[in-house]
T-cell receptor, first 116, second 112 residues
Framework: DTGVSQDPRHKITKRGQNVTFRCDPISEHNRLYWYRQTLGQGPEFLTYFQNEAQLEKSRLLSDRFSAERPKGSFSTLEIQRTEQGDSAMYLC??????????????FGPGTRLTVL | KQEVTQIPAALSVPEGENLVLNCSFTDSAIYNLQWFRQDPGKGLTSLLL?????REQTSGRLNASLDKSSGRSTLYIAASQPGDSATYLC???????????FGDGTTLTVKP
C-alpha cells in the first residue's frame, strides 16, 4: 500500500486555461475527498465521493470545477477557465466507512496550482 | 454550520517542554475528531483519530482528548523535540454530513 498519490505535484498555468488533477486513493478506500488549501488556512472542503457517486459539493465549487470518480477508483478534478484566485494547494484524501477507524482520512501530497 | 477554531495560531517552545494545543468546535454532533501534522508545502499526516464515544487516544508522545459537551479537544505533546516543529490541524467530522471541517492550525516551533 503506497498511500494516496496525486499527480501532478505542481502545475503552473496561464489564466483562462483548463487544468486537470488526478488522485489515486488507498486501495479499497470507498470514500474520496477533495480539498483546497491556501497559505495559512486549513483545508476547505470541495467535494466527496462514496464509491463512484458524488454525494456532496461545496458552494466553493463553482460551475468551472468538475470532479469525477469513474468506477469508484481514481478521481479527477478539472478546473476550466482558470482564474488567479484558483491558485492554491489541492488536496485529496481517502478513507473507508467501516470498522473502528471510520472516516480516518489519509491525505496525498497535494497538487500546487499557480495561475499566472 | 460547524466552525473549528485553533488557538494560538503560533507557538514557540524550548526543546524538552511539554505542551498543549487547543481545538474548539461549535457543533457537538460530531462522529469523530482527527489531529493532523503538516510540514511546509506538504500534505497532511494523520496523528490521532478520536471517536465521539472516546475521551482520549494516545500514540507515543502524543495524547489527544475529546470533550464533546464543551466542544473542545486538546493535543498534548510530551518532551517536545525540534522534529515536532510543524503546523498541527484538527478536523471535526459531523454525523449529519460527509465532510470534515478543519481549523486553521497551530504552527509549532521547538527550539533546540
Amino acid at each position: 500500500d503506497t498511500g494516496v498519490s496525486q499527480d501532478p505535484r505542481h502545475k503552473i498555468t496561464k489564466r483562462g486555461q483548463n487544468v486537470t488533477f488526478r488522485c489515486d486513493p488507498i486501495s479499497e478506500h470507498n470514500r474520496l475527498y477533495w480539498y483546497r488549501q491556501t497559505l495559512g488556512q486549513g483545508p476547505e472542503f470541495l467535494t466527496y465521493f462514496q464509491n463512484e457517486a458524488q454525494l456532496e459539493k461545496s458552494r466553493l465549487l463553482s460551475d468551472r470545477f468538475s470532479a469525477e470518480r469513474p468506477k469508484g477508483s481514481f478521481s479527477t478534478l478539472e478546473i476550466q477557465r482558470t482564474e488567479q484566485g484558483d491558485s492554491a494547494m489541492y488536496l485529496c484524501a481517502s478513507t473507508h466507512t467501516g470498522g473502528r477507524s471510520y472516516n480516518e482520512q489519509f491525505f496525498g501530497p497535494g497538487t500546487r496550482l499557480t495561475v499566472l | 454550520k460547524q466552525e473549528v477554531t485553533q488557538i494560538p495560531a503560533a507557538l514557540s517552545v524550548p526543546e524538552g517542554e511539554n505542551l498543549v494545543l487547543n481545538c474548539s468546535f461549535t457543533d457537538s454532533a460530531i462522529y469523530n475528531l482527527q489531529w493532523f501534522r503538516q510540514d511546509p508545502g506538504k500534505g497532511l499526516t494523520s496523528l490521532l483519530l478520536i471517536q465521539s464515544s472516546q475521551r482520549e487516544q494516545t500514540s507515543g508522545r502524543l495524547n489527544a482528548s475529546l470533550d464533546k459537551s464543551s466542544g473542545r479537544s486538546t493535543l498534548y505533546i510530551a518532551a517536545s523535540q525540534p522534529g515536532d516543529s510543524a503546523t498541527y490541524l484538527c478536523a471535526a467530522h459531523n454525523t449529519n454530513a460527509g465532510k470534515s471541517t478543519f481549523g486553521d492550525g497551530t504552527t509549532l516551533t521547538v527550539k533546540p
